[in-house]
């Protein structure tokens, strides 16, 4: 009762402390002979019961019902999945354990995301506005539930075990609690760095196996595994973000990037980075020229194509087919050097695929001339494919 009434993070932290202390004193009883170890199971649910009876305390849980069943929907999927597949596990054990997953949202900022033991999985706010589709979304989520699934918790106490218990507990309560590293300092003196990188190790062949869980829970799932390069690549050019969210002590580093490419090319899932953003794409759209209403291509707010009609096409239908034909391209993966324009001819295109030949009367109704047409066209789908490449780029 006394710690209910004082809510400081210290406080806070010493209560976790104290919890883990004995489940850690807990995991030195003998393991039952043709059973489960110990640890697994009824452990796992009430250390994840005490975490989440902290973090009601600690946040404020959204009440908006919209993001909730989003978030939810994507997580009973996959919680669906966790507990009747088993998959390899890199870290841990993939021993399945059924855990009623539960699944809310941290109105906070930070682009963040963290699991408790047994399947008690929270997104920040600042996720959820970061995310840029449901398929990034619930590659987030499901590299959370594999921490879950595996029991990276129980493990890690495990592998902990050769230290001195207090440090141990201290360590793990900082996972546990989402503290930072100063708390721990505040209550356990003298944990040194170095003892703090070694639990970070152990951390990232955790996050790795996460990693390689969630492409496959995701696909079982229905989602493109695909979200979670684009998440990881897009997030890593944000260090401000980083440093306060989800890879703040595992960062993506070009390994990881590397794995998870490498996973989704052994699984044969085309790397269609569009596919899982809000990638840029050619529109068609209807604009007053004089009197007339006429379709434009347009792409990055630029003008690619404004199409006359021609026999028995009409420019609408024209622009529809070279506005398709352009994202198809791009969502090829189309290279700077792939792309070829003829001042000329008017024609644009990419792979030998001719994307769109601007006529003379076409030009005219962009109020260019042809070889202006032509160049302004292909400098704009330059600049797209320019902007891909930098995001990719880690």
Do not use: W
């Amino acid at each position: 009762m006394l710690l209910m009434k004082y809510n400081s993070p210290q406080i806070r932290l010493f209560a976790a402390v104290i919890f883990i202390s004995a489940l850690v004193l807990s995991f030195s009883l003998p393991a039952v002979a043709g059973k489960a170890p110990p640890e697994i199971g009824e452990p796992e649910k009430k250390m994840g019961a005490e975490a989440a009876a902290q973090v009601v305390k600690e946040y404020k849980l959204s009440d908006k019902a919209a993001d909730l069943k989003r978030v939810r929907e994507i997580g009973a999927k996959l919680a669906a999945v966790a507990n009747k597949k088993e998959i390899d596990a890199l870290y841990g054990t993939s021993i399945i354990t059924p855990f009623e997953y539960t699944f809310d949202i941290i109105e906070e900022k930070d682009v963040n995301a963290f699991c408790v033991p047994s399947g008690r999985i929270y997104v920040y706010r600042g996720l959820l506005d970061f995310v840029e589709s449901d398929d990034e979304l619930a590659l987030v989520m499901a590299h959370e539930v594999v921490h879950a699934s595996h029991h990276h918790m129980v493990y890690l106490i495990k592998k902990q075990s050769a230290y001195e218990k207090g440090e141990a507990i201290a360590l793990l309560a900082t996972i546990m609690s989402g503290a930072r590293s100063s708390d721990v300092y505040n209550i356990q003196r003298g944990i040194e760095l170095v003892k703090i990188a070694r639990l970070n190790g152990y951390g990232m062949e955790a996050e790795r196996d996460a990693d390689a869980g969630a492409i496959i829970y995701a696909m079982e799932a229905g989602y493109n595994p695909v979200g979670l390069l684009t998440f990881m690549e897009r997030l890593a050019k944000r260090p401000e973000l980083v440093d306060l969210g989800i890879f703040r002590s595992h960062p993506v580093d070009a390994e990881r990037v590397a794995n998870a490419k490498a996973l989704l090319n052994k699984l044969g899932v085309p790397i269609n980075r569009r596919a899982t953003t809000k990638a840029v794409e050619a529109q068609v759209k209807m604009e007053k020229i004089g009197e007339v209403e006429a379709p434009s291509v347009i792409l990055s707010g630029k003008l690619i194509y404004r199409p006359a009609a021609v026999g028995d096409k009409t420019a609408k239908q024209i622009a529809e087919e070279a506005a398709s034909r352009v994202n198809k391209a791009l969502d090829g993966g189309l290279k700077m050097h792939e792309l070829k324009s003829d001042t000329t001819t008017g024609v644009i295109a990419a792979k030998n695929t001719v994307l769109f030949s601007i006529s003379e009367a076409d030009a005219k109704l962009m109020s260019m001339s042809l070889s202006e047409a032509t160049q302004a066209a292909a400098t704009a789908i330059r600049d797209v494919i320019l902007m891909q490449m930098v995001d990719t780029v880690h």
